[in-house]
């Protein structure tokens, strides 16, 4: 038979625990949900990358057409051959990033539609030459639709990349706040069970 004190006693000290217990359940919560932040911004900043590989090969194309257009030489034809040679791995990898940033997926598959339209120019102005002549390529070239092609990539990217900025720029407000509640929840949790331990000193010595 247990005395009313030794009872009182055990509801304090049951309850004392739970206090820290909780504090820290708090904590390890707070701490997984600061990694899975991490991990959005981290998928968001390759994706960020991807389309900016993307981009760099619609400009490579048009650079390489131009000059190739412009001197006859061969050796200008290089940025777009390596246009041509990375367009399908880079086009994977963007498709691939924008699974895991799902919001983005669209405008991500629009972007990818305009960069290969434009590669695809080039490639047609390029082999028209070949064909017939110079004459007919620079014809085909001062056609108004490689001009507009080539904006309409560019207003995709400047969206596409300002608009992932801010996804960025939220998740690392979010990451900081977590960062700074996970630790203060830590430091809470550890003053408790100071408390605690202090208390049952105070009660083994009495």
């Known amino acids: 038979m247990s005395l009313p004190g030794q009872s009182n006693t055990r509801r304090r000290l049951a309850l004392l625990f739970c206090v820290p217990l909780a504090v820290s359940f708090v904590f390890l919560i707070l701490d997984l949900q600061t990694e899975h932040t991490d991990l959005l911004l981290s998928r968001t900043q390759d994706l960020t990358s991807s389309v900016g590989k993307l981009a760099s090969l619609a400009r490579d194309a048009e650079s390489g057409e131009r000059g190739y257009l412009l001197y006859g030489d061969e050796r200008y034809l290089m940025p777009l051959q390596q246009a041509n040679a990375e367009l399908a791995t880079d086009i994977?990898?963007?498709?691939?990033?924008?699974?895991?940033?799902?919001?983005?997926?669209?405008?991500?598959?629009?972007?990818?539609?305009?960069?290969?339209?434009?590669?695809?120019?080039?490639?047609?102005?390029?082999?028209?030459?070949?064909?017939?002549g110079v004459s007919a390529a620079v014809d085909l070239a001062r056609r108004d639709e490689a001009d507009r092609t080539m904006n309409q990539v560019r207003r995709a990217f400047d969206d596409l990349t300002r608009n992932l900025s801010d996804e960025s720029s939220q998740y690392r407000s979010s990451e900081h706040q977590l960062g700074h509640g996970a630790f203060f929840s830590f430091l809470i949790g550890t003053l408790l069970m100071i408390g605690v331990l202090m208390w049952l000193y105070r009660e083994l010595v009495s």
């Open 92 to 132: 994977d990898s963007c498709l691939r990033n924008a699974k895991d940033v799902s919001k983005f997926q669209r405008p991500v598959e629009e972007m990818i539609r305009l960069v290969r339209a434009r590669v695809n120019q080039a490639n047609q102005v390029v082999g028209t030459e070949r064909a017939t």
